[in-house]
T-cell receptor, first 113, second 111 residues
């Protein structure tokens, strides 16, 4: 089945230690998104790629970076995780930003200790 | 902020009852979508309603949209315990910008 896969499901990292979350898709969608979701809150868009074009949200901290080496993969790098970065990180894809229905991965739960 | 606001924040009902969740938004939209999220999982797309539509059905789901009031409602009829989840509305404001999600309604269906 075509899908969006996030690895790992759970990630524990130390305060200040760089961490990378990964997302892959078999849907061949043009757009890939990273959302951050804290407990009982709305998913908040960090950035998205339309093909190779990177689009950063204005309020996304510089601590967060992303890479999309090819259509299938997208990575979220957190350079120096703080306690406030503990959250669920959700990857999603769509054919276009205005295309109906995003497909989400199962998420990576990040814990910072 | 363009973020939608759902109400109620939490809803608890008995199995077999209907569940209604509401979403309000602030700026004009191209379409509005509803998503479901089981605890600790990703979101699943349920239904989309375009700005020129007033009502849409999909199985036990009924969505309405009132663009004059900038609001939408999601009705789940004959609820089941398996419907227990959080439900989010998401708005597409221009057709070429990413979705903006609301804070969600946590639905608990008690068997």
């Amino acid at each position: 089945d075509a899908m969006v896969i996030q690895n790992p499901r759970y990630q524990v990292t130390q305060f200040g230690k760089p961490v990378t979350l990964s997302c892959s898709q078999t849907l061949n969608h043009n757009v890939m998104y990273w959302y951050q979701q804290k407990s009982s809150q709305a998913p908040k868009l960090l950035f998205h790629y339309y093909d190779k074009d990177f689009n950063n949200e204005a309020d996304t901290p510089d601590n967060f970076q992303s890479r999309r080496p090819n259509t299938s993969f997208c990575f979220l790098d957190i350079r120096s995780p703080g306690l406030g970065d503990a959250a669920m990180y959700l990857c999603a894809t769509s054919r276009g930003t205005g295309a109906p229905g995003y497909t989400f991965g199962s998420g990576t739960r990040l814990t910072v200790v | 902020s363009q973020q939608g606001e759902e109400d109620p924040q939490a809803l608890s009902i008995q199995e077999g009852e209907n569940a209604t969740m509401n979403c309000s938004y602030k700026t004009s939209i191209n379409n509005l979508q509803w998503y479901r999220q089981n605890s600790g999982r990703g979101l699943v797309h349920l239904i989309l309603i375009r700005s020129n539509e007033r009502e849409k059905h999909s199985g036990r789901l009924r969505v309405t949209l009132d663009t004059s009031k900038k609001s939408s409602s999601l009705l789940i009829t004959a609820s089941r315990a398996a419907d227990t989840a959080s439900y989010f509305c998401a708005t597409d404001h221009s057709g070429n910008t990413p979705l903006v999600f609301g804070k969600g309604t946590r639905l608990s269906v008690i068997a």
